[in-house]
């Protein structure tokens, strides 16, 4: 590989059957312009450490595989380029708040429990057949969701989140994301199936507004909207309970 400058990367190290706890290990790596801090780690693993774990699958931020703390910054490895990272060193660690798998790779149980719990798919109380035909959207209808489905899973938000931090009992910004984004949805008759979880102890008013999620999402998401406007139907829903139980949500 020919290059003209080295940077230096400090991965954090750890294997829970061998190590009593996380150690930084530094490489120095030669890089071009147009090498992402993923392919750095390749580069460590192909040429430097074989045993240097961390996942990747797309390379082009639509996967999220590849989430990692750049400088204590959540980003994703292949979207941010050694060029900015400049002269270094770089301190690459696996995403905060989750427990560590092994080196760079967290374990992503609980955030998959929790994207389970709002069930993110749509829910028709009378399934649709073939023989129905397509069921139409309009232009506006689609515009009501489309933001919140363009989420990739890469967990940023979480790692950004000082409430899931504090609580790891909080549904996180992903989650109630994707909870919102079939809620909006005109096809979908769940709302009322997910409102335990938008108004439990651990949905949305457990979110204190800081809006780092929305920050650091790469896709431009922007979680904090979603769970902004499920406070406001979290507390319609309230209300409608008392002049109105059956008509409190959607479904």
Same mark, same amino acid.
């Given at each position: ?6 940077? &230096?990367? #400090?991965? +954090?190290?750890?294997? /829970?059957? !061998? ?5 930084? @290990? =530094? ?63 770089? &301190?690459? #660690?696996? +995403?905060?708040?989750? /427990?560590? !798998? ?5 374990? @992503? =149980? ?25 069921n139409r959207q309009t232009p506006l209808q689609i515009d009501d969701y489309y933001q919140f489905s363009e ?26 994301? +994707? ?73």
């Open positions: 590989m020919t290059a003209e400058k080295t940077i &230096r990367i #400090e991965c +954090l190290r750890y294997h /829970p059957e !061998q190590d009593k706890e996380p150690r930084l @290990q =530094t490489y120095d790596v030669p890089y071009t312009d147009d090498m992402s801090l993923l392919q750095g780690l390749q580069y460590i693993k192909d040429h430097i450490d074989g045993s240097l774990t961390f996942r990747w699958s797309c390379r082009m931020a639509i996967c999220g595989s590849c989430g990692v703390m750049i400088n204590g910054v959540p980003s994703l490895g292949c979207h941010t380029f050694l060029r900015d990272l400049g002269p270094g060193p770089v &301190r690459v #660690e696996p +995403l905060t708040h989750f /427990p560590i !798998q092994r080196d760079l790779a967290i374990d @992503q =149980t609980d955030f998959l429990r929790k994207l389970e719990s709002v069930k993110p798919w749509i829910i028709n109380q009378t399934p649709k057949k073939p023989s129905d035909g397509p989420c990739i899973n890469c967990l940023l938000c979480y790692a950004a989140c000082p409430q899931y931090g504090l609580n790891p009992e909080f549904t996180g910004p992903a989650a109630l994301t +994707l909870l919102h984004r079939y809620n909006a949805d005109s096809r979908d008759e769940g709302t009322a199936e997910r409102m335990a979880v938008i108004n439990g102890e651990n949905g949305v008013w457990g979110c204190t507004l800081v809006s780092y999620c929305s920050e650091v999402c790469p896709k431009g998401v922007d979680p904090a909207r979603a769970i902004n406007q499920n406070k406001i139907n979290s507390t319609k829903d309230y209300f409608l309970r008392f002049v109105a139980p059956r008509g409190a949500s959607k479904g």
